[in-house]
Structure formats: structure tokens, C-alpha cells
């Protein structure tokens, strides 16, 4: 059974941190670009980062680069966005997202590529 579930989302002082993790399934994660976006309301889905579980290369927005890490347990089946230095503007609901057997790459922010999405999790950022 195909399956994404994220945990870790809260609300959080700007300068504070968060971490948020994404279990799935086995063949969900095996090989598989997993990746984090987020959606602010009234505006667009945007990647936020992205991890080929297969290799562990990894991709960030220059939004968030230098302060939020994604990174991978394979024990676990599990992705997690650890995200430090958080801002106001990071508030948004954040999803996890799963593309099996496709490597990332220069397209891993695209949303269109990835075949499975979580539920999402709210992260709240206050000033």
C-alpha cells in the first residue's frame, strides 16, 4: 500500500526550529525521489527540498539553503526535514512527496513528477 505520512509540523518563534519526518512505504521509498514542498495560502506549491533515497544526493531552494537539511534513515523508510533558522515566510503547509524509481535531478522542485503526495503538516512561523 502506497503511503506518506508526515508528522513534526508546529508553531514556532522566527529563529526557532522544526523537524519533520515522512515515513513510507517500502516500494514508495525504495530508489525513489522523495521530497519536501510547502504552500503558503494564496500561493503556489514550491519544492523545498528533495532526496534520491537511492543515493542520498540531495536538493534545496535557495530559499532555504544553509538552514534546512533533508536527509534520509533507510531503517526506517523515513525522510526528514530538519529546518533551523525558521522565518515568518516559511509558514505554510508542508507535504511530503514521493516519485518512485525517478532519480530528482534538475526537475525535483517540479510537482507534476512526483507520483505520490502525504497529507501535509502545518508549519506556523511567528515573529
Known amino acids: 500500500q502506497v503511503q506518506l505520512v508526515e508528522s513534526g509540523g508546529g508553531s514556532v518563534q522566527a529563529g526557532g526550529s522544526l523537524r519533520l519526518s515522512c515515513a513510507a512505504s517500502?516500494?514508495?521509498?525504495?530508489?525513489?525521489?522523495m521530497g519536501w514542498f510547502r504552500q503558503a495560502p494564496g500561493k503556489e506549491r514550491e519544492g523545498v527540498a528533495a532526496i534520491f533515497t537511492g543515493g542520498g544526493s540531495t536538493y534545496y531552494a535557495d530559499s532555504v539553503k544553509g538552514r534546512f537539511t533533508i536527509s534520509q534513515d533507510n531503517a526506517k523508510n523515513t525522510v526528514y526535514l530538519q529546518m533551523n533558522s525558521l522565518k515568518p515566510e516559511d509558514t505554510a503547509m508542508y507535504y511530503c512527496?514521493?516519485?518512485?524509481?525517478?532519480?530528482?535531478?534538475?526537475?525535483?522542485?517540479?510537482?507534476?513528477?512526483?507520483?505520490?503526495w502525504g497529507q501535509g503538516t502545518q508549519v506556523t512561523v511567528s515573529s
Open positions: 517500502e516500494y514508495t521509498y525504495s530508489s525513489s525521489c
Open positions: 512527496a514521493a516519485a518512485p524509481r525517478y532519480g530528482c535531478g534538475v526537475r525535483w522542485a517540479t510537482a507534476f513528477n512526483y507520483n505520490y
